[in-house]
């Protein structure tokens, strides 16, 4: 073998180099080795970075990019940074970023789910009916929409896991089902009126916070927790970058990626919760377009679309980013219907960026016997 | 003495492809078993059948004797199997620490313990006198070498008293070849039967107690390695004239 770095024997000091071999059993040659052991354990001690600690810093570098779009657009018009549009626009982030923290967690696990926007929807209007129209509690309506997230989950998860269906194609099945439920339910009426402790959940502040994006923030924490810092986050991580090699080590990857689409679709149902309290009303057609804003926001928060890779930090940056354009743009006297044009050409751009990463990666992985460096 | 694990009439179908036609195969405690053959003589198959990656279509495993039956890898790995197979099962994406625990991560409060993970990897990868750029690396950014090493290390750590390697040497250069050769001389040292698939016959010779070969999906004869020839061998393998091969 072609050694770059010089005749094969000759002992290597480079503190990268972790390929030079000790061959045959000269004595000297075994002292070096155990030399070497040592260095190798301080080596293993300092260096290395993990994949975490490099998707938190495209996290905050996209925050970066959050305040100088921010700065940018305070300068061009006079209305933007105020207070109550910031808030505006944590607000308008809270859903959608609520129903991203889902997508990002499932696309990790190499997994998607098209149904989050309807079965959002879904879940507000199924309370809207129980609250409003069967007048029962609020807690059963509440209870009962969290439950129909449960079993938009699992059924998802069933087709995909057991009936071995492409998630893409069971769920925007699934899109189809929970949209038009929605739409039976109340007949294509809106469902208005809930009683005000309901408005709590949308409309409710904790200081000067709105609820929505304390809550959307607790969500964002909790699964960053989960993903990073718990074992079956990091065996999502592994299903969703290789799932093979993660079957044949013995991982349950049903039970991983079942739980995976369960948390996706639960957090659809709070969502939806959250978004009709805030409107006080549930209709089919609320946030019909909160799938294409997510979908933007993983994308553009660093979440790999082949999976395995993805921060819900980097997903919350998205978020604002996107919820940021939209509102500078409004400020900037766009006309509305631009922005999804806009939020479809952000999508367009966060892919190009992913396969520009990609492309460096998957140049390197493809050659699995390249020597030293 | 009785095998640990034995293979029996095997039989896999691929669509119409025989890749395994009754192959039977043991291996005994504390042995090292080399599996040889020609491409396409079935020897992978056999391999993940006897890991349960692949599921046979006739034939039983007997483990110490008793039947088995491993649905999925991870019904081997319970049963003590580990494996290091050829495309090495690695994810890319986790750092070194977490593939070598990938499988049983620990946790402490359901946290997983990665203060306990880096120190034990790192550990195990010095034991193994296997040099990475840290524990914490990207496992995509190691050479072909170090990521063999940390798949190897991996079935070290799962501590199962029985290892299988699908050609261990044949994706690595010259030098980092003869590393892996000298860990697994080392395992050979520690109370395991192993298991190892080798086109490489100098390896085969100086690493197998005996050498196993396969030839169109069946195991045509059985060698303790000091009553053969690296000659007689290549006859089994290409299959020319068994008198020769019996000499």
């Known amino acids: ?373 | 003495m009785n095998p640990i694990l034995a293979a029996q009439g095997i039989e896999k179908y691929y669509g119409h492809v025989r890749a395994l036609s009754g192959a039977t195969f043991d291996v005994r405690s504390n042995e090292t078993v080399a599996v040889v053959g020609d491409n396409g003589a079935g020897k992978s198959t056999l391999i993940k059948v006897l890991t349960g990656a692949v599921l046979p279509d006739a034939g039983r495993i007997l483990l110490e004797g008793e039947e088995v039956d491993f649905r999925s890898p991870r019904d081997s790995l319970d049963q003590g199997i580990t494996a290091v197979y050829q495309d090495l099962a690695l994810a890319g994406n986790l750092t070194v620490a977490e593939n070598v625990f990938l499988g049983k991560i620990p946790t402490r409060w359901f946290r997983v313990d990665r203060a306990y993970m880096d120190r034990e990897s790192a550990r195990i990868l010095e034991e193994l006198a296997i040099n990475v750029p840290g524990v914490r690396a990207r496992t995509a950014s190691l050479s072909g070498g170090q990521r063999q090493a940390v798949a190897i290390a991996r079935a070290v750590h799962e501590g199962k008293r029985i290892m299988i390697l699908d050609e261990p040497t044949a994706a690595l250069g010259v030098q980092e070849g003869q590393k892996v050769l000298q860990i697994i001389e080392e395992l050979r040292q520690q109370d395991m039967s192993i298991v190892i698939v080798s086109h490489n016959l100098d390896h085969v010779f100086r690493l197998a107690d005996r050498i196993v070969v396969m030839r169109a999906g069946r195991v045509v004869g059985s060698r303790a390695k000091t009553d053969t020839s690296a000659a007689e061998i290549v006859h089994m393998i290409v299959g020319t004239s068994s008198a020769l091969a019996e000499e």
């Open chain 1, 1 to 373: 073998m072609a050694h770059p770095k010089g005749p094969p024997k000759q002992p290597n000091h480079s503190p990268l180099e972790g390929s030079e071999v000790v061959s045959g059993d000269a004595p000297e040659l075994r002292l070096q080795s155990e030399a070497r052991k040592r260095a190798a354990w301080l080596r293993i001690k300092t260096l290395g970075s993990s994949s975490i600690a490099r998707l938190n810093r495209q996290a905050a570098a996209l925050f970066g990019a959050v305040g100088l779009l921010w700065l940018a657009l305070s300068i061009a018009t006079p209305n933007f940074f105020t207070s109550q549009n910031i808030s505006n626009i944590a607000l308008q982030s809270s859903v959608v970023g609520i129903l991203a923290v889902g997508f990002t967690i499932l696309l990790i696990g190499g997994e998607i789910d098209l149904s989050i926007g309807s079965t959002q929807a879904f879940a507000g209007t199924l309370a809207a009916v129980l609250i409003i129209q069967l007048g029962m509690p609020i807690w059963v309506g509440i209870g009962a929409a969290l439950l129909i997230g449960v079993v938009i989950g699992s059924i998802n998860g069933y087709f995909t896991l057991i009936a071995r269906v492409p998630s893409f194609i069971v769920t925007l099945a699934m899109l189809g089902i929970v949209q038009g439920a929605a739409f039976v339910l109340t007949s294509g009426r809106t469902v208005g009126g809930f009683p005000s402790t309901y408005e709590v959940l949308g409309r409710g502040k904790i200081g000067p916070i709105p609820l929505p994006v304390v809550i959307l923030l607790g969500v964002v924490m909790l699964a960053q927790i989960v993903l990073t810092q718990t074992k079956i986050g990091v065996e999502l991580y592994a299903i969703g970058g290789n799932r093979k090699a993660a079957e044949l080590v013995g991982l349950r990857i049903n039970r991983v990626l079942m739980l995976a689409f369960i948390a996706s679709a639960s957090l659809c149902t709070l969502a939806g919760l959250i978004l009709s309290s805030r409107l006080n009303a549930g209709h089919g057609s609320f946030g019909g377009d909160f799938l294409l804003e997510a979908v933007a926001a993983v994308i553009i928060g660093g979440t790999s679309l082949s999976g395995g890779a993805g921060s819900t930090f980097g997903t919350l940056a998205g978020v604002l980013l996107m919820s940021s354009i939209k509102n500078g743009l409004i400020h900037l006297g766009v006309d509305t219907f631009w922005q999804q044009v806009v939020v479809g050409a952000l999508i367009l751009a966060a892919v190009l960026a992913d396969q520009m990463l990609k492309g460096t990666l998957h140049a390197r992985e493809l050659v699995p016997f390249r020597r030293g460096h």
